[in-house]
């Protein structure tokens, strides 16, 4: 008898960028209630997921992408750890699938610290999983983590989701985080603040001859909705307000410029082209390439 399989194949795909090699590597996926969007009547939101073919429980991708640039190895994001269930925390498994030995990482950037991007950078022990590399990150994200008065402001939930993960992820790091703002902060990839969605929310810009890839970090978490909704903001924005105008900014930089981008959230490998489409935009996702 032949057994019909059982499991998927890992989750790595690689991407060129001029002389650089981007692999997005997947940490898995989160179902998630649809309560966590705001601003759209929840059946304007039903609407367009059943238009879409989607399931009332939005899917969500956790990507995380490794840099090859210059003989060196980066990695930006690191996933959700062993923290928010099984069908999350497949960074390290898709990371040694891909052939990439953590050791040989020697910097680990973060879009922002949230638990589906940072909580991977410990194991359950609390240390530190990558021993060699420099962790750079948007200086106004270590700070606002560890403010314990914007802490006593936040309720019980995002106390110990956000602010207790955030001091447990970076604590293994502290005598090796570069605090950054903007700019070049690895070869080919320049740093871009995009606050709203945290404070330090950063972009980063991968560039190299004429191919460049814009990596958008959390602009958009549900893709169905608030592409075509940018005004949707989520539970888990700082200021949503400001992440909504954020939001606004890059679609339009990112449909004026044709721009490739490669968003945290966007369906895996999560490589994808926006054009504007009646009343918002609408996203493209990059067709499979044999080619490296
Ligand atoms: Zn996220």
Not at 181 to 204: D, L, N, R
Request: glycine share 8%; hydrophobic share 40%; charged share 20%.
């Amino acid at each position: 008898m032949i057994k019909a399989p059982t499991r998927q194949i890992p989750g790595f795909y690689h991407r060129r960028v001029g002389d650089i090699v981007v692999t997005a590597i997947s940490d898995g996926y989160l179902d998630a209630p649809l309560t966590v969007a705001y601003n759209l009547p929840k059946e304007e939101a039903e609407k367009i997921l059943i238009d879409a073919c989607r399931p009332p429980a939005p899917r969500i991708s956790v990507n995380c992408f490794a840099v090859y640039s210059a003989g060196r190895l980066a990695l930006i994001e690191t996933g959700s750890g062993n923290t928010m269930g099984p069908t999350l925390g497949l960074m390290p498994q898709n990371l040694r699938a891909a052939g990439i030995d953590i050791n040989d990482i020697d910097t680990v950037l973060l879009t922002h610290v949230h638990p589906d991007h940072s909580n991977g950078l410990t194991d359950e022990a609390g240390v530190a999983r990558f021993p060699a590399a420099e962790l750079v990150v948007n200086g106004n994200e270590v700070d606002h983590w560890h403010n314990d008065a914007a802490m006593a402001k936040a309720n019980e939930r995002q106390q110990v989701r956000y602010f207790q993960a955030a001091r447990v992820a970076l604590a293994p790091y502290h005598n090796r985080i570069r605090r950054i703002a903007e700019g070049e902060v690895f070869p080919g990839i320049t740093a871009v603040p995009i606050p709203g969605h945290t404070p330090g929310h950063t972009a980063y810009l991968i560039a190299s001859g004429s191919d460049s890839l814009f990596i958008w970090g959390d602009t958009v978490h549900i893709p169905e909705i608030q592409v075509a909704r940018p005004e949707v903001t989520m539970e888990f924005d700082s200021d949503p307000q400001q992440a909504a105008a954020t939001r606004l900014r890059i679609f339009d930089m990112a449909a004026t410029d044709r721009l490739l981008i490669g968003g945290m959230h966007t369906h895996f490998p999560g490589f994808a082209h926006l054009v504007r489409a009646a009343g918002g935009y609408r996203l493209i996702q990059e067709p499979w390439s044999f080619e490296i």
